[in-house]
């Protein structure tokens, strides 16, 4: 019997390491290595809040007896901070599922240009009280079969960043319409503009291109990822190009799906 198991063992050992060697380790190691950094990235990200809240309230612990109305600044910061951890962790949440293929796609039929309209409707308000132009172009008349809240959630963030980029007196533009088929949408500003070499990494997660103004602007770089994984999972592709005279132009297209 001990023979036997020594020979079990020993043909065991050399059948593994005939697999390990002519498997083609590089895909795993290079996205255990991706998991790695996501989670070095997204505790880096939850500690900067935190710590500034944490200073905050041991600041506020100093002057048990100051009047509320002389604390407000520590408590708004406080707040504000709170308020993007909560989101930090939404979208943390959406990419981990997303990434244990947790979440499923639903589809249901949709009459594409009223569920449109209403996506975009409260940015008209929003973009008139910042004195910015906002111009809705919708031709595309049929029912696709599409995950609502996934592409309502894909609109919000594209239409967020075209806000959050762009000044008084630009425009943002969104239309959606049908070419052979594809439909496809798209978002067009005339902010700041994303340099050429980096239209690849805006989509890869945590990444800005200038940390300091969307720490600002309350962006912590991943949107963009959520965006590119409802595009995938929907079929579809995403361009980046440059608008004129600046600014930017996101391009959707998704393969017509009808029921
Ligand atoms: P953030 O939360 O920082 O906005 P995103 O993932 O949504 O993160 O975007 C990643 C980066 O892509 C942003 O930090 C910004 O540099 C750039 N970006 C995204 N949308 C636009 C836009 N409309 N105009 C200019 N730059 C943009």
């Given at each position: ?142 029912t ?28 943002i ?12 949408l ?69 393969p017509?799906r009808r029921?």
């Amino acid at each position: 019997i001990l023979v036997l198991t020594v020979v079990f063992f020993w043909a065991l050992s050399i059948l593994l390491s005939y697999f390990l060697s002519h498997m083609n380790m590089r895909p795993i190691v290079k996205s255990w290595q991706r998991q790695q950094d996501f989670v070095a990235n997204a505790a880096h990200e939850l500690r900067t809040p935190l710590t500034i809240i944490q200073s905050k309230i041991e600041l506020l612990l100093t002057k048990p007896h100051d009047k509320i109305i002389n604390q407000m600044e520590p408590i708004a910061l406080s707040l504000s901070e709170t308020r993007r951890l909560n989101q930090l962790t939404k979208e943390l949440l959406v990419l981990a599922r997303s990434d244990s293929n947790m979440t499923q796609v639903t589809y249901q039929p949709t009459k594409m240009a009223p569920f449109l309209k209403q996506v975009v409707a409260p940015y008209s308000e929003i973009a008139a009280s910042q004195k910015k132009q906002f111009r809705v172009q919708i031709t595309l008349q049929a029912t696709q079969l599409i995950d609502q809240k996934r592409i309502h959630q894909l609109l919000v963030i594209l239409l967020d960043n075209a806000l959050k980029y762009t000044q008084t007196g630009d425009q943002i533009q969104f239309k959606a319409w049908v070419h052979g088929n594809r439909w496809l949408l798209e978002v067009a500003d005339t902010g700041v503009g994303i340099a050429p070499k980096n239209r690849k990494a805006i989509f890869e997660r945590f990444y800005r291109e200038d940390k300091s103004r969307s720490r600002q602007t309350g962006g912590n770089g991943l949107g963009l990822a959520i965006a590119k994984w409802i595009i995938t999972s929907h079929k579809g592709t995403v361009k980046v190009l440059a608008n004129r005279p600046h600014g930017s132009r996101f391009i959707l297209s998704f393969p017509v799906r009808r029921h």
